[in-house]
């Protein structure tokens, strides 16, 4: 990856530069799912997260848990959730935008003091071209995209994973998982909104590839 690319995978729509990693240890649920399902999705969290030298927990104790994935099949399930909109501001115009918009995944983050993400809530919509792809690879797919804040151009062209042309299985790409590990480096910040950033994970990225 050239540091344009990894700059890329942060930018927002405004041209702005917005990185964020977890602080704290993820105490994921999941809702809308049978248990073989509650077990993928929660074992793709743990994945991604033992990949990066984060740490997992069955409870955060300021929030109870701090990772929450829905389920659905139409945008409209979510506005009979009980609370969602106190944890979701504006949730009514939202699933309105969504809905014309014929989204399929949406990604809420909070964030601490630091500005790192302390909380976050995933909504994935299982219908059409989603809901013929394996378990397998969507709980993977929305492990990645719930780990840093990516930019909204990050995957919108291409998927973080790969399938092994060898055995079929999906797979993380490499490159994103260099991103990934850079980013949860001990000596880099949980959060930076200034473009040297990116050259800063780009050089830690480099160094990976020597050491390989």
Do not use: C
């Not at 999941?30 to 509650?38: C, P």
């Not at 909109?85 to 949730?91: G, S, T, Y």
């Not at 909070?110 to 059409?128: E, L, N, P, S």
């Amino acid at each position: 990856m050239t540091p344009e690319q990894v700059q890329e995978l942060f930018s927002q729509k405004d041209g702005s530069y917005a990185f964020a990693r977890w602080g704290r240890p993820i105490a994921p649920i999941v809702f809308g799912v049978e248990d073989a399902t509650l077990a993928t999705v929660k074992g793709a969290v743990e994945a991604v997260v033992t990949l990066v030298g984060h740490q997992m927990a069955e409870t955060d104790p300021e929030l109870g848990v701090n990772l929450m994935v829905f389920f659905l099949r139409d945008w409209d399930e979510l506005a009979s959730v009980p609370d969602l909109d106190r944890l979701i501001p504006d949730l009514e115009p939202l699933l309105g935008r969504l809905k014309a918009a014929g989204a399929r995944q949406y990604r809420a983050f909070r964030f601490d003091d630091h500005g790192a993400i302390k909380a976050a809530f995933v909504f994935v919509r299982m219908d059409g071209e989603m809901a013929k792809l394996p378990a397998e690879s969507i709980a993977l797919a929305q492990a990645v995209q719930v780990m840093l804040l990516w930019g909204p151009r990050a995957f919108a062209e291409t998927s973080p994973l790969a399938v092994l042309p060898e055995s079929g299985a999906t797979v993380l790409r490499p490159e994103i998982a260099a991103v990934l590990a850079a980013a949860y480096d001990r000596m880099m910040p949980p959060s930076a909104d200034d473009p040297s950033h990116a050259l800063r994970l780009f050089a830690r990225l480099r160094l990976e590839d020597d050491a390989g």
